[in-house]
């Protein structure tokens, strides 16, 4: 699968999903995460990815493989955490949209992004304990490019709520 979030009705992001319902070991399931936009990625731009598995082997076999001269690909064992985190993040990226929609500056955004990557690491260590530094890429850094990359789409919807356009529109 090559969706992330929390599926609904479920309360489960989409590898507590497959393991729950479908009985998929955790030890065959893969995460993908940032930070990366599958833009830069098509301007070939120097990008960064993390592949988060319990097992090892094949998560350096899929970096392995997705890696090239502008693509480098890191093996993590957390799949917990990088997956909460990329969900999580996404949230942050609204917000920091609306706040910019609304016209707040540099030093507000900075303020949101730094108190919520604290409460991402909160969240992290008290449903999921490891070793993961939150100051890393798959953590910090997918949110970092999630929260001010022209990129985004969670920023891009949060701007336009904040400048008064409706959910809908």
């Not at 070991?25 to 940032?34: K, L, T």
Request: proline residues 2%; hydrophobic residues 40%; glycine residues 8%.
């Amino acid at each position: 699968s090559a969706i992330k979030g929390i599926v609904p009705g479920h309360n489960l992001t989409v590898a507590e999903f497959f393991n729950k319902i479908y009985k998929v070991p955790f030890s065959s399931i893969g995460i993908i995460s940032g930070p990366c936009h599958a833009e830069e990625i098509a301007l070939e731009r120097l990008s960064y990815l993390t592949v988060s598995s319990k097992n090892k082997t094949d998560a350096e076999f899929i970096a392995n493989a997705i890696s090239c001269y502008y693509v480098k690909a890191k093996v993590s064992s957390d799949i917990y955490g990088t997956e909460y985190a990329a969900v999580l993040k996404n949230i942050i990226a609204i917000a920091a949209g609306i706040s910019h929609g609304l016209g707040y500056g540099d030093n507000f955004q900075a303020v949101l992004v730094s108190n919520a990557l604290q409460e991402i690491k909160r969240f992290l260590d008290k449903t999921y304990k490891s070793k993961r530094r939150i100051n890393s890429s798959p953590y910090l850094g997918d949110l970092l490019v999630t929260t001010y990359s022209q990129f985004s789409r969670n920023r891009t919807f949060g701007t336009m709520v904040g400048k008064g356009y409706s959910i809908k529109s």
